[in-house]
T-cell receptor, first 112, second 118 residues
Framework: KAGVTQTPRYLIKTRGQQVTLSCSPI?????VSWYQQTPGQGLQFLFE???????NKGNFPGRFSGRQFSNSRSEMNVSTLELGDSALYLC???????????FGPGTRLTVL | AQTVTQSQPEMSVQEAETVTLSCTYD???????LFWYKQPPSRQMILVIR??????QNATENRFSVNFQKAAKSFSLKISDSQLGDTAMYFC???????????????FGKGTKLSVKP
């Protein structure tokens, strides 16, 4: 069974732009979570989606948003990019909200 | 709020030896899960082992085992017969078990960078 895939793997943007990251969960998994990883703050939870509904949200500004489609694929969007948004963005999927999360390879976002 | 602390930023071990990584957590919850994830230089976060708090028996997965001390809120990872491929960042993570069986988000420690030397 294929693992979690994330596209693109690398992205370079400039301040003020917006960006959309994509995550395809493991086949059959309906829950998708997003995490931001930075050297300073470590791994921080962004949000979780299950059956196209946001189930949980971390402590991030409204510039960070996401959605989930009927096929369980998820996207996250960051508007008005700031230098501090440079990070590795990890997506994780699980069969349901009661199962172990499996991670994708991440998208490395660099904001110049 | 739950917190996870990994007090060893870096560790090294000789190939074939045993190493133990420490993790402590703070929570007022009684039902939760604990995990160890491994992140090699390739960045892919890989699940190493999972422990359910209501189970007293320590989880094991091949060369990986945990020492779960619920009262002390301690959850250490032991890697036996260390291999070069074990070189990675290791993250301890906590997850609340919510009412109805669903789970909260993962809360991670800062990580321990493990180097296995030949």
């Amino acid at each position: 069974k294929a693992g979690v895939t994330q596209t693109p793997r690398y992205l370079i943007k400039t301040r003020g732009q917006q960006v959309t990251l994509s995550c395809s969960p493991i086949s059959g998994h309906r829950s998708v979570s997003w995490y931001q990883q930075t050297p300073g703050q470590g791994l921080q939870f962004l949000f979780e989606y299950f059956s196209e509904t946001q189930r949980n949200k971390g402590n991030f500004p409204g510039r960070f948003s996401g959605r989930q489609f009927s096929n369980s694929r998820s996207e996250m969007n960051v508007s008005t990019l700031e230098l501090g948004d440079s990070a590795l963005y990890l997506c994780a999927s699980s069969q349901s909200t009661a199962d172990t999360q499996y991670f994708g390879p991440g998208t490395r976002l660099t904001v110049l | 709020a739950q917190t996870v602390t990994q007090s060893q930023p870096e560790m090294s071990v000789q190939e074939a030896e045993t190493v133990t990584l420490s993790c402590t957590y703070d929570t007022s919850e009684n039902n939760y899960y604990l995990f160890w994830y491994k992140q090699p230089p390739s960045r892919q976060m890989i699940l190493v082992i999972r422990q359910e708090a209501y189970k007293q028996q320590n989880a094991t997965e091949n060369r990986f085992s945990v020492n779960f001390q619920k009262a002390a809120k301690s959850f250490s990872l032991k890697i036996s017969d260390s291999q070069l491929g074990d070189t990675a960042m290791y993250f301890c993570a906590f997850q609340t078990r919510l009412y109805g069986g669903s789970q909260g988000n993962l809360i991670f420690g800062k990580g321990t960078k493990l180097s296995v030397k030949p």
